[in-house]
């Protein structure tokens, strides 16, 4: 188990967006939300767009994404933030996936 203990991850990723539904408001959310797999040739992750970004992704095309955040609810997966920048690529070539340790917190995360 490797422990992340007090550090934020700017995370990044490439990849073909697959959305898997409609886009829906959870109960308590003000913002709509709407989940998709991320796949490149390494594997497929999980991702929440929200909001805006939502309308910012043509479904099946690669991006790359950035500063998105660990999200822990009915399992592990990334979600995009006021902060997350997308950028549809031409190329497939790019590494799917990446982290950054940036700012201390007051929360730890547990890697199983």
């Not at 898997?20 to 959310?29: Q, S, T």
């Not at 929440?48 to 690669?62: P, R």
């Not at 609810?73 to 497939?92: D, I, P």
Request: proline share 3%; glycine share 6%.
């Amino acid at each position: 188990m490797q422990s992340l203990s007090t550090t934020t991850l700017e995370i990044s990723l490439s990849g073909c967006i697959k959305w898997l539904g409609e886009p829906v408001k959870p109960e308590h959310a003000t913002k709509l939300v709407r989940e998709a797999e991320t796949t490149d040739t390494t594997g497929t992750i999980s991702l929440s767009v929200w909001d805006d970004h939502i309308k910012q992704i043509d479904g099946e095309k690669f991006y790359t994404v950035t500063n998105c955040k660990l999200k822990q609810y009915f399992g592990k997966r990334l979600a995009t933030t006021v902060n997350t920048q997308l950028a549809k690529q031409k190329s497939k070539t790019s590494p799917m996936f990446s982290q950054h340790r940036t700012k201390q917190t007051g929360y730890a995360a547990q890697k199983s």
